[in-house]
């Protein structure tokens, strides 16, 4: 769930992050099958083989295995050397440590041996904070809605490393929900389950399965995907479908019933996300009257669908949607190179590392790394009970630190 990138000459002209000096290098148990395409597939398959399938340790692996080589593929894409950059910033969390320590050791490499100052970014303030490279009008405070395989999250942004979190998952994330829709229905997995879900979705009757709606009774900001996975597979079971027979193949009934059955997921998916959005926003304006936009950003925030409902529900508040194209909305370096350059803006940076890490160097990992606190409001039992070994809030280290100063 992380990826680490290069800072080129950003304070001259910023929009140059985009061709000069950012690359992607996936981090997640989420990612593999992306990584997959884009890397020579005799390693990965190497790997799988010796690891019997995607495990963290595998994951490791790979980005160990391509870090220095994507890293190099950028520079020379971008026509720099090291020399060139100005900073370099790394996903510090949260995500799976095994894999944000290699970002991150080659970070500090670079930035050591190159003298440069060194910004560790939080991968969620990332996904909020690209749609600022976009839509130049989005001042704080916003409300943000990041989605994706990982998360679900609602948060306030009030300013730069200054977050108060609305609602989260309690259990899965949408994305991960439409990913597993897509294999129990049979679906090419090969651009990952959202999009073939929401193609698919297109031709089958939203109304035609009835879902219910998770979590109706709990008036917070929360999210629960676990119930919905579970009755989808019941109606994929109660319908005979079998997911080995491939979409291509099957009969046009068994095509028509799945295209129900996606749309019917999809339709009750995102209503549980209209609801919490539409809480949230009334939430957002009582503590900041001023937000005039809903920044939704994250894997599923590339989906049509999502958008337009979404849509609907700023317009009854006369808000604003802003929306990050598809490939920002996705795990990026741009993101993480954009929030870079915010923080360093700011003086937000430590300065450069030494050129060589001892052996036993304590690396600052966050994998459980929370955006800001809880809105008392919006607290509830399931969550409290999950506290343990969460690193103290990116918003609460902010204002310590400006404290201090
Ligand atoms: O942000 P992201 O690239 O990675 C993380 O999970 O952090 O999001 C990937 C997720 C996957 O679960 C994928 O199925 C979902 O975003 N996704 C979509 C769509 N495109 C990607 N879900 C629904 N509709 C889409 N069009
Ligand atoms: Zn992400």
Redo the contacts with the bound molecule.
């Keep these: ?1 992380g990826y680490w990138i290069w800072l080129g000459r950003f304070m001259e002209r910023c929009r140059l992050v985009y061709g000069n000096c950012c690359f992607i290098i996936p981090c ?1 148990r ?2 593999e099958r992306k990584w997959r395409n884009s890397q020579p597939s005799r390693v990965f398959s190497d790997l799988l083989a010796r690891y019997g399938g995607v495990a963290p340790k595998m994951a490791e692996e790979a980005h160990s295995q391509v870090i220095d080589q994507v890293v190099q593929d950028t520079l020379d894409k971008a026509g720099l050397t090291e020399k060139e950059l100005s900073a370099v910033a790394v996903t510090i969390g949260p995500g799976l440590s095994l894999c944000l320590r290699v970002g991150v050791q080659k970070a500090r490499r670079v930035a050591g041996n190159f003298n440069l100052p060194i910004i560790g970014v939080h991968h969620m303030e990332a ?1 909020a904070l690209v749609a600022r490279l976009i839509e130049k009008e989005l001042q704080f405070p916003f409300l943000a809605l990041l ?5 679900n999250l609602l948060v306030l942004a009030h300013d730069l490393g200054h977050y108060t979190q609305l609602g989260t998952t309690i259990d899965d ?4 929900a ?2 597993k829709t ?1 294999k129990w229905l049979g679906l090419d997995m090969r ?5 073939a ?2 193609q698919l979705a297109q031709e089958g009757d939203a109304e035609s399965v009835r879902f219910s709606i998770p979590m109706k009774q709990h008036k917070d900001c929360n999210f629960s995907y676990a119930g919905l996975k579970t009755q989808v597979k019941l109606a994929i079971a109660s319908r005979n479908i079998d997911a080995k027979v491939p979409l291509l193949c099957a009969s046009s009934q068994d095509r028509s019933s799945r295209a129900d059955i996606a749309a019917s997921f999809q339709r009750v998916a995102v209503l549980h996300l209209e609801e919490r959005c539409e809480r949230a926003v009334e939430w957002a304006l009582k503590i900041e009257p001023s937000i005039k936009q809903l920044v939704v950003s ?3 925030a ?3 669908y ?1 958008r337009a409902r979404l849509d609907q529900v700023v317009k009854k508040y006369s808000l604003q949607l802003v929306c990050p194209p ?1 490939n920002l ?3 990026n370096g741009v993101m993480v190179a954009w929030t870079g350059i915010e923080n360093f803006r700011v003086g937000r940076y430590d300065p450069p590392p030494p050129a060589n890490d001892p052996e036993d160097f304590m690396y600052d990992l966050r994998p459980r790394w929370p955006l800001g606190e809880e809105y008392a409001e919006g607290r509830s039992e399931a969550r409290s009970l999950r506290r343990a070994r969460v690193h103290p809030s990116l918003t609460s280290l902010v204002q310590a630190s400006l404290q201090q100063q």
């Design positions: 769930m997640s989420y990612r996904h989605i994706s395989g990982g998360h994330a949408i994305g991960e439409f990913d897509a651009k990952s389950g959202g999009p879900v929401e994250g894997g599923v590339s989906n049509q999502v598809p909305c996705t795990d």
